[in-house]
T-cell receptor
């Protein structure tokens, strides 16, 4: 079955560490997206990529980095510069006009 | 920037009741989407609307694309406990466009 796989489901980060969240899709979609979700805040766009080897900052890119070396993969790194990284992170891909397909999310907690 | 307005933030209904949710915008969208998110999971697409005035049903769910292209509503009839979750509206302006999301409405259903 086609879909988006995010891993791990739960991730714990120590202060000052970088961590990388994985997002893989087998839907053959060009565009992929990373969102952060906090209670009461809705979904906020971190980064997106419309094509391999290209990506753009979203609304809250500070403290995050991404790469898009393959169409199937769009990993997100949460760097130590992100001061409040505890959140639920969602990856999505887009097939216009049908909308996004989301992964099941990664919950990141700073310990 | 574009914003979608969903209110109230939370709704509480009795099992068996109908509920209606609105989503409004100051901008025009070409596509309206409604998603549902269960706790700890990614949002799942419920209904997609592609033409102004379009009325679409999916089981007990009915959604409409507003004539002005600046609003949409979702109606859930005869609610059941598994309808509990967060309901997001989203708008799309064109191909490879990122989605604009509302902040979501948390629905609670009392048995």
């Amino acid at each position: 079955d086609g879909g988006i796989t995010q891993s791990p489901k739960y991730l714990f980060r120590k202060e000052g560490q970088n961590v990388t969240l994985s997002c893989e899709q087998n839907l053959n979609h060009d565009a992929m997206y990373w969102y952060r979700q906090d209670p009461g805040q809705g979904l906020r766009l971190i980064y997106y990529s419309q094509i391999v080897n290209d990506f753009q900052k979203g609304d809250i890119a500070e403290g995050y980095s991404v790469s898009r070396e393959k169409k199937e993969s769009f990993p997100l790194t949460v760097t130590s510069a992100q001061k409040n990284p505890t959140a639920f992170y969602l990856c999505a891909s887009l097939e216009y006009p049908y909308g996004y397909t989301f992964g099941s999310g990664t919950r990141l907690t700073v310990v | 920037g574009q914003q979608l307005n969903q209110s109230p933030q939370s709704m509480f209904i009795q099992e068996g009741e109908d509920v209606s949710m609105n989503c409004t915008s100051s901008s025009i969208f070409n596509t309206w989407l409604w998603y549902k998110q269960d706790p700890g999971e990614g949002p799942v697409l419920l209904i997609a609307l592609y033409k102004a005035g379009e009325l679409t049903s999916n089981g007990r769910l009915t959604a409409q694309f507003g004539i002005t292209r600046k609003d949409s509503f979702l109606n859930i009839s005869a609610s059941i406990p598994s309808d509990v979750g967060i309901y997001f509206c989203a708008g799309v302006t064109g191909a490879n466009s990122k989605l604009t999301f509302g902040k979501g409405i948390t629905l609670s259903v009392r048995p």
